[in-house]
């Protein structure tokens, strides 16, 4: 009879590894749970990057920066932005009562020419600058109309701009804040709002409403170097 029973020592040692694996299984759900709620954090997070920036895109959308005009001691900067909209552009319209603020971005370096930042008073008339700078004559040294861009957008604008430097794609501009591409000369202009839809574009798996996107008509030229 005593033969037929378990020895003392061995209960001990099955009640332990049936504990280990037990503690074993909460273990590795609890793992599971962790990593799920961690996902979910970084998407939740994602998502308020992205009210974030487009709320403050949003508060830039009356903005517009104009590249490579020559900086003078004294200057008046509202005058230099005129002579541009009005003898550049054609734009007899654009006057002073139009431009609220007017300003050079960052620190003063020898040898550079800062951006100017304009913040029209109406959308309509900075949408209108900004439709007409295909129209500005090419001349030395070349100035450059262009939007007002958040840190995360204009980034992902000049990473698209180096791709087209590297000739992976045709052409690069942006329209309302968003950055748009041109695989080729007759494809279908692609808005690229992160850098996702940036690598998708060049192996051609993005699939977008293209209604709202006008061709460029090659107006990726008048782009400056800024990001």
């Given at each position: 009879?005593?033969?037929?029973?378990?020895?003392?020592?061995?209960?001990?040692?099955?009640?332990?590894?049936?504990?280990?694996n037990?503690?074993?299984?909460?273990?590795?759900?609890?793992?599971?749970?962790?990593?799920?709620?961690?996902?979910?954090?970084?998407?939740?997070?994602?998502?308020?990057r992205?009210?974030i920036?487009?709320?403050?895109?949003?508060?830039k959308?009356?903005?517009?920066?104009?590249?490579?005009?020559p900086?003078?001691?004294?200057?008046?900067?509202?005058?230099?932005?005129l002579?541009?909209?009005?003898?550049?552009?054609?734009?007899?319209?654009?006057?002073e009562?139009?431009?609220?603020?007017?300003?050079?971005?960052?620190?003063?370096?020898?040898?550079k020419?800062?951006?100017?930042?304009?913040?029209?008073?109406s959308?309509?008339?900075?949408?209108?600058?900004?439709?007409?700078?295909?129209?500005?004559?090419?001349?030395?040294?070349?100035?450059?109309?262009?939007?007002?861009?958040?840190?995360?957008?204009?980034?992902?604008?000049?990473?698209?701009?180096?791709?087209?430097?590297?000739?992976?794609?045709?052409a690069?501009?942006?329209?309302?804040?968003?950055?748009?591409?041109?695989?080729?000369?007759?494809?279908?202009?692609?808005?690229?709002?992160?850098?996702?839809?940036?690598?998708?574009?060049?192996?051609?798996?993005?699939?977008?409403?293209?209604?709202?996107?006008?061709?460029?008509?090659?107006n990726?030229?008048?782009?400056?170097?800024?990001?």
């Amino acid at each position: 009879m005593l033969k037929q029973c378990f020895p003392v020592n061995q209960r001990p040692k099955n009640q332990t590894s049936e504990q280990f694996n037990v503690l074993k299984e909460q273990l590795e759900d609890l793992k599971a749970t962790l990593y799920n709620q961690s996902e979910e954090k970084k998407a939740e997070s994602a998502k308020n990057r992205t009210r974030i920036d487009d709320i403050e895109q949003d508060s830039k959308m009356n903005n517009l920066r104009f590249a490579g005009i020559p900086e003078e001691e004294g200057e008046d900067l509202q005058s230099k932005v005129l002579v541009i909209t009005k003898e550049k552009l054609n734009l007899q319209s654009i006057s002073e009562s139009d431009i609220d603020l007017c300003f050079c971005l960052g620190r003063a370096v020898e040898g550079k020419n800062r951006d100017i930042l304009v913040r029209f008073q109406s959308r309509d008339k900075r949408n209108l600058i900004y439709q007409c700078r295909r129209n500005m004559p090419r001349e030395e040294p070349p100035v450059y109309i262009n939007e007002d861009l958040t840190l995360i957008r204009s980034k992902l604008f000049y990473d698209a701009r180096c791709k087209k430097k590297s000739g992976r794609v045709s052409a690069v501009w942006t329209q309302e804040g968003t950055t748009v591409i041109k695989i080729n000369e007759s494809s279908e202009p692609l808005p690229i709002k992160t850098h996702s839809d940036l690598r998708d574009a060049l192996y051609g798996n993005l699939n977008t409403n293209l209604s709202d996107y006008e061709d460029s008509d090659a107006n990726e030229e008048t782009v400056s170097d800024y990001n």
